[in-house]
Structure formats: C-alpha cells, structure tokens
C-alpha cells in the first residue's frame, strides 16, 4: 500500500526488520540495508526458481513412468481379455 507523507526527521528513519521489530538508523546506513535486503531477497528468489525447474522435471518423469505403467496394465488387460474369449 502507497501512503503519501513527509518526514519531520529527515536524518533518521524507523526501519521494520520483521515480527514487529523496528530498528532506527541514519538515511545511509537505512539505504544499505534495503541495498543488503534486495539482494538478499534476489539470491532467494533465483534459488526457489532453480528448485521448481528441478521439481518440474522431475514431475514429467514420474508422469512418463506412470503413463507408462497405465498404458502396460492397459495392454496386459486387453490380452488377458482376448485370451478368456478364446
């Protein structure tokens, strides 16, 4: 959410750090944690996506085998059924 507003405090800002902490720091030292903390969030991001694209495959390989699996049961079953009928 945007909110508008104006600092009456321009040296120091409340930075939230998380679960409901808050952490005053001077303008710099506030731009190298947000600095630290996109980069931080960016290394994450890029490793949760490497995972998925692990996880994909490996999901199109267990859908092969058990397409596999379906279409072998299938056969076995329609050769079972000839043969009774015979």
Known sequence: MYVPGEL???KKVLIDVG???YVEKE???AIDYFKRKVK???TQIEKVQQIMKEKLI???VVIETM???IQATL???QASGAAAKS
């Open 8 to 10: 009456d405090e321009t």
């Open 19 to 21: 679960t409901g902490y």
């Open 27 to 29: 303008i710099p030292d």
């Open 40 to 42: 931080f969030v960016t």
């Open 58 to 60: 490996a999901r199109e």
């Open 67 to 69: 397409e596999g699996k």
């Open 75 to 77: 056969a076995a079953q």
